[in-house]
């Protein structure tokens, strides 16, 4: 569990915390709140698989994971679980955009244009949260106002010792 929770990553990491846990746990909230168009009525558009069940479970996921990532809470377990959350979103509304046809089994958006560049417009935010989701799995929460690093003090790693004493002036 420690490695899970360790972290050395600078305080700063809060900013990327919020974003990225802030615009899951609204996305969440929204699958909820407007299931026609987020929820279970979009999934069925999309061609999601069960879409009744699957629409309130990942809006479920998105709530619970993105409320874990703005704490600082098992931050690199929640980021896997939304990286997967997103990796679905991308290969399902945006590679048949990509492609200009569905795409295995995924139906089409109505769009002006198809391509490359569309996709990569429509696809910012998929992106930019990917990556940040990548970034938090990789550095973890943060040394400061995390929960994570409450649970893990500074150096108490094996492969993070040598950070800490570094960081302290002092060298092994």
């Not at 746990?25 to 279970?40: N, R, S």
């Not at 629409?55 to 704490?71: H, N, R, S, T, Y």
């Not at 996709?119 to 990789?138: K, N, P, Q, S, Y």
Request: with cysteine; proline share 5%; aromatic share 12%.
């Amino acid at each position: 569990m420690r490695p899970l929770l360790a972290t050395e990553a600078p305080a700063s990491t809060v900013l990327i915390r919020i974003v990225v846990g802030g615009v899951f746990f609204t996305e969440g909230i929204q699958k909820f709140l407007y299931p026609a168009d987020l929820g279970a009525g979009r999934f069925a558009k999309i061609g999601i698989p069960m879409p009744e069940t699957m629409g309130p479970f990942v809006g479920g996921v998105e709530i619970l994971c993105g409320a874990l990532v703005i704490l600082g809470l098992l931050t690199r377990l929640a980021s896997i679980l939304l990286l997967i959350d997103i990796s679905v979103a991308i290969v399902s509304t945006k590679i048949p955009i990509l492609l200009g046809h569905g795409f295995w089994g995924f139906s089409l958006t109505k769009l002006l244009r198809y391509g490359f560049l569309s996709m990569v417009h429509e696809a910012r935010t998929d992106f930019a949260m990917w990556f940040g989701l990548l970034f938090l799995i990789i550095v973890g929460a943060g040394k400061k106002w995390s929960l994570d690093a409450k649970f893990v003090p500074v150096g108490s790693e094996p492969g993070m010792r040598f950070f800490a004493d570094r960081d302290s002036g002092r060298s092994k």
